[in-house]
Every structure is written in structure tokens, then in C-alpha cells.
């Protein structure tokens, strides 16, 4: 008989894997050559990455409530705002114009997927904001929890997706 551990501890121990492997790549020992310019660079892209991503691995792991379709909800909107958040990181320090292009898709539709989980739950939506088209690399990232830019603007295709 197999023990399966919760989902909140696999989201524990991913998150914690995701933080010590970045922690192990910015500790490299000192007798090595130092890191390329290029990698240098990368630096701040990789810093807000890792944050983005440890967030939603913090904010996934929820406390189970007895509800599966709530606990469904809470697990995969942190999801969604990870992706969102990797994606703004993209759009500030990226410069491939097709991967701006994916990563701006990814904002909208993340975004519009947040907002029918909570219209099928019965939950309020948070006011509308317009989506980044591009994110000036000027601009500090979103530290906020949920983002909720453009759901107005996309409810007629989330209806479809609803069915209604």
C-alpha cells in the first residue's frame, strides 16, 4: 500500500526544490571563472522568475476545506497568476518579439481562465485593468496577489468556453 502525500506538501517540496536549485546556481563555489556577461545580465530576469514562481508555489499549497471544487479553484488560481507573473518577467527583460507575442497571450488568457473559475464558483470579479501589451523594463514587477487585467474584455470568449 502506496502513501501519497497532499498536494499542498508536493507543492512544499517543489517549491523549495525550485528555490535551493536557483540558490545552488547563485552560490557557485569561488575557484570558479565567474559568470559570463550574458549570464550577469540575466540575473534580474532569473531574480524575478524565482520569486514569481515561489509564490505560486506557496499560494498553491491551501489548506483543504472539504469543498473539492473551491480547494480546485484556490490551488489553480496562484497557477494561473505564476504563469502570468513569469510572463510579465518575459515581457520586461525578453527580446525574441514572438516569445513577447506568446508570453501577452499567456497574460490574457491565464487572466480569462481566473475569472471563469471564480464566475463558477459564484465569486465576485475583481475590477478590470487593461493588459500589458508590453512591460517597460522600468516598470518594478507586480508583487500583489492576483492580477486581473483584461477579464472584461475577454468574457465574451470565456462565455464560449463556458457555454453559455
Same mark, same amino acid.
Given at each position: 500500500?502506496?502513501?501519497?502525500?497532499?498536494?499542498?506538501?508536493?507543492?512544499?517540496?517543489?517549491?523549495?526544490?525550485?528555490?535551493?536549485?536557483?540558490?545552488?546556481?547563485?552560490?557557485?563555489?569561488?575557484? &570558479?571563472?565567474?559568470?559570463?556577461?550574458?549570464?550577469? !545580465?540575466?540575473?534580474?530576469? #532569473?531574480?524575478?522568475?524565482? *520569486? @514569481?514562481? /515561489?509564490?505560486?508555489?506557496?499560494?498553491?499549497?491551501?489548506?483543504?476545506?472539504?469543498?473539492?471544487?473551491?480547494?480546485?479553484?484556490?490551488?489553480?488560481?496562484?497557477?494561473?497568476?505564476?504563469?502570468?507573473?513569469?510572463?510579465?518577467?518575459?515581457?520586461?527583460?525578453?527580446?525574441?518579439?514572438?516569445?513577447?507575442?506568446?508570453?501577452?497571450?499567456?497574460?490574457?488568457?491565464? &487572466?480569462?481562465?481566473?475569472?471563469?473559475?471564480?464566475? !463558477?464558483?459564484?465569486?465576485? #470579479?475583481?475590477?478590470?485593468? *487593461? @493588459?500589458? /501589451?508590453?512591460?517597460?523594463?522600468?516598470?518594478?514587477?507586480?508583487?500583489?496577489?492576483?492580477?486581473?487585467?483584461?477579464?472584461?474584455?475577454?468574457?465574451?470568449?470565456?462565455?464560449?468556453?463556458?457555454?453559455?
Amino acid at each position: 500500500m502506496s502513501k501519497s502525500l497532499p498536494i499542498r506538501n508536493l507543492a512544499i517540496i517543489a517549491a523549495t526544490l525550485s528555490s535551493t536549485t536557483f540558490a545552488f546556481a547563485q552560490d557557485a563555489p569561488a575557484s &570558479q571563472a565567474p559568470a559570463s556577461p550574458a549570464i550577469q !545580465a540575466e540575473a534580474p530576469y #532569473l531574480t524575478e522568475n524565482d *520569486a @514569481a514562481m /515561489t509564490k505560486m508555489m506557496n499560494d498553491m499549497a491551501v489548506k483543504p476545506t472539504g469543498n473539492v471544487d473551491r480547494d480546485f479553484v484556490e490551488m489553480m488560481i496562484p497557477h494561473h497568476q505564476g504563469a502570468i507573473d513569469m510572463a510579465q518577467a518575459y515581457l520586461r527583460y525578453g527580446t525574441n518579439e514572438q516569445l513577447k507575442r506568446i508570453a501577452q497571450e499567456i497574460i490574457v488568457d491565464q &487572466q480569462q481562465e481566473i475569472a471563469a473559475m471564480r464566475l !463558477a464558483l459564484g465569486d465576485p #470579479l475583481p475590477p478590470s485593468t *487593461a @493588459a500589458p /501589451t508590453q512591460v517597460d523594463p522600468n516598470t518594478p514587477p507586480i508583487s500583489s496577489g492576483q492580477n486581473s487585467s483584461s477579464m472584461s474584455s475577454g468574457m465574451s470568449m470565456m462565455n464560449m468556453k463556458m457555454g453559455n
